[in-house]
């Protein structure tokens, strides 16, 4: 399997910015696939997340503001909006291939198996 991560950048508290994953190496749909961000000194966290039926799962902070979509080749976006400076981190591309319907995505990075470089997003107030 392979993530690559692309669109990150710099951009002024209020703006916007979307990034993509190319995923590629699967024969079937992962069951999850989501993206995650960790701050310098913080732990991963998990930002917003879609399940193989597209159904979606965010974390409070982002909700409202980050919209996390995919399209027939399984290729992953994240359109942010209304950015604020303490979005600023490395953002990650992840999958995880196997799960039950009748849950949620799991949002703690432990649960993923399939990982991008990461693509920095950076805020200024």
């Known amino acids: 399997v392979q993530i690559v991560e692309s669109g990150g950048g710099s951009v002024q508290a209020g703006g916007s910015l979307k990034l993509s994953c190319a995923v590629s190496?699967?024969?079937?749909?992962?069951?999850?696939m989501g993206w995650f961000r960790q701050a310098p000194g913080e732990e991963r966290e998990g930002v917003a997340f879609?399940?193989?039926?597209?159904?979606t799962r965010y974390a409070g902070s982002v909700k409202g503001r980050f919209t996390i979509s995919q399209d027939s080749d399984k290729n992953l976006y994240l359109q942010m909006s209304n950015l604020k400076p303490e979005d600023t981190a490395m953002f990650y591309c992840?999958?995880?291939?196997?799960?039950?319907?009748?849950?949620?995505?799991?949002?703690?990075?432990?649960?993923?198996?399939?990982w991008g470089q990461g693509t920095q997003v950076t805020v200024s107030s």
């Open positions: 992840a999958t995880r291939e196997l799960g039950s319907m009748a849950f949620q995505c799991p949002m703690q990075s432990i649960e993923y198996n399939a």
């Open positions: 190496g699967y024969t079937r749909d992962p069951y999850c």
């Open positions: 879609i399940r193989r039926d597209g159904r």
